[in-house]
């Protein structure tokens, strides 16, 4: 049985300068790598569509591996209903 990963992105947060999405990715991509769970989990910046005025762009955290258990020892939680927790450990990290 072969068995496929799947990846998955959750929404974390918007900015209109592109420049300024990169910026913040940057700093929780160094987050990431502190823990060491670059393998896994990435940053991803991408316009935000259906704006009509100004471009937007969204921040995501990507899970590489989402049909997986979050391993063991990390409360970095990836389910969309959790997104706000993750985002405020990450941020908290960050600081």
Excluded: C, K
Excluded at 19 to 36: H, I, T, W
Excluded at 39 to 52: F, N
Excluded at 57 to 70: H, I, K, M, N, S
Aim: hydrophobic share 45%; glycine share 8%; aromatic share 6%.
């Amino acid at each position: 049985m072969t068995m496929t990963m799947t990846r998955e992105r959750h929404f974390i947060l918007s900015r209109d300068d592109q420049a300024d999405a990169y910026n913040v990715a940057f700093r929780l991509g160094a987050v990431l790598a502190r823990a060491g769970i670059t393998d896994r989990y990435g940053m991803s910046v991408q316009r935000i569509p259906g704006r009509r005025t100004e471009p937007a762009w969204g921040l995501y955290l990507v899970d590489r591996e989402a049909d997986r258990p979050t391993p063991a020892g990390l409360s970095l939680v990836t389910t969309v209903r959790h997104t706000r927790a993750l985002v405020a450990e990450l941020v908290g990290l960050a600081a």
